[in-house]
T-cell receptor
Framework: GENVEQHPSTLSVQEGDSAVIKCTYS??????FPWYKQELGKRPQLIID?????GEKKDQRIAVTLNKTAKHFSLHITETQPEDSAVYFC???????????FGTGTRLTIIP | EPEVTQTPSHQVTQMGQEVILRCVPI?????FYWYRQILGQKVEFLVS????????KSEIFDDQFSVERPDGSNFTLKIRSTKLEDSAMYFC??????????FGPGTRLTVL
């Protein structure tokens, strides 16, 4: 089955700087890669996703890149703000499949 | 914007007792899921449900677990005889055809 690795487990950046979180996946059949933001005690919220027919997708300060050959994808947050502080999870699946396989999470702390 | 809802938000039970966690998926969604997240760990897939039957389940979802859609709006997860290691946050998710999964706010289950 699919296995997703995520790094780093914790990340602290100064407000205004960029943050990058990286994930690798094992199943070459996976073609859908969502990113979720989870604030303390709250539900995972989808913030951006990418399918394997594109290499990059951007939504304001958030972007995701995908390297299907190397089987890794990354989340980029630019101009970080205190409200970006949360745990971020990557996930992978075959679109239309039933389950998301999550990475182990990255606790992002933005230092004012 | 419609959201997945879950009740209760927190359930405390004694080991060996049965619990039922309830979810109301988004109304036009057809696919339903349960995930769990042990404190500080990643989100793990338990089971998916479509057309009134389980479509996939993980190795965590053993005979102590069952799911049901008792009416047109609710989706439940039952744990027959709870164990200490069942303590976790349980998330329900739902999706429409050709869409991503949306998560509920979770039920924190504490087994004493």
């Amino acid at each position: 089955g699919e296995n997703v690795e995520q790094h780093p487990s914790t990340l602290s950046v100064q407000e205004g700087d960029s943050a990058v979180i990286k994930c690798t996946y094992s199943d070459s059949a996976s073609n859908y890669f969502p990113w979720y933001k989870q604030e303390l005690g709250k539900r995972p919220q989808l913030i951006i996703d990418i399918r394997s027919n594109v290499g990059e997708k951007k939504d304001q300060r958030i972007a995701v890149t995908l390297n299907k050959t190397a089987k890794h994808f990354s989340l980029h947050i630019t101009e970080t703000q205190p409200e970006d502080s949360a745990v971020y999870f990557c996930a992978a699946t075959l679109w239309g499949n039933e389950k998301l396989t999550f990475g182990t999470g990255t606790r992002l702390t933005i230092i004012p | 914007e419609p959201e997945v809802t879950q009740t209760p938000s927190h359930q405390v039970t004694q080991m060996g007792q049965e619990v039922i966690l309830r979810c109301v998926p988004i109304s036009n969604h057809l696919y339903f899921y349960w995930y769990r997240q042990i404190l500080g760990q990643k989100v793990e897939f338990l089971v998916s449900f479509y057309n009134n039957e389980i479509s996939e389940k993980s190795e965590i979802f053993d005979d102590q677990f069952s799911v049901e859609r008792p009416d047109g709006s609710n989706f439940t997860l039952k744990i027959r005889s709870t164990k200490l290691e069942d303590s976790a946050m349980y998330f329900c998710a739902s999706r429409a055809v050709a869409d991503t999964q949306y998560f509920g706010p979770g039920t924190r289950l504490t087994v004493l």
